[in-house]
């Protein structure tokens, strides 16, 4: 994916801090029932991390019981979706759109008539209040 952010990778580093630039850039996983949105529920929108690219609606979060911040569908054409065949599995990967940045992964098994579970690392986004 081609990002429409231009930085090196120390840039993304000192800019984010060691934590964030493990999920982010490198595509990392925080341990589950770690992150701060996991169980935050709050009336808002939930922006990148990286670059501030408003991703998800608070009305398309719920609790998955997964241990990860979970919402059942993005905004339109906020989120790219990668092919990831890591550690094994088959899985779709989700990247902000806006500058590539790691968010988690999408699965097909939501509860809510979307049918899909964004599973998000709470480190890849910043709550913003309404």
């Not at 019981?65 to 989120?79: A, I, N, R, Y």
């Amino acid at each position: 994916m081609k990002s429409k952010i231009e930085k090196t990778e120390a840039e993304w580093k000192e800019q984010l801090g060691l934590e964030r630039y493990k999920i982010l850039r490198q595509k990392g996983t925080e341990f589950p029932h770690s992150g701060k949105y996991n169980l935050h529920f709050e009336k808002g929108t939930y922006a990148c991390g990286a670059c501030g690219e408003v991703l998800f609606d608070s009305t398309s979060k719920f609790d998955a019981h997964c241990g990860w911040p979970s919402f059942d569908e993005s905004l339109p054409g906020k989120v790219a979706y990668s092919k990831d065949s890591s550690h094994g599995m088959l899985r779709t990967e989700i990247l902000c759109a806006n500058c590539g940045g790691h968010l988690g992964h999408v699965f097909d098994d939501g509860p809510t008539a979307t049918g899909q579970r964004y599973c998000v690392n709470s480190l890849s986004i910043e709550f913003k209040e309404k």
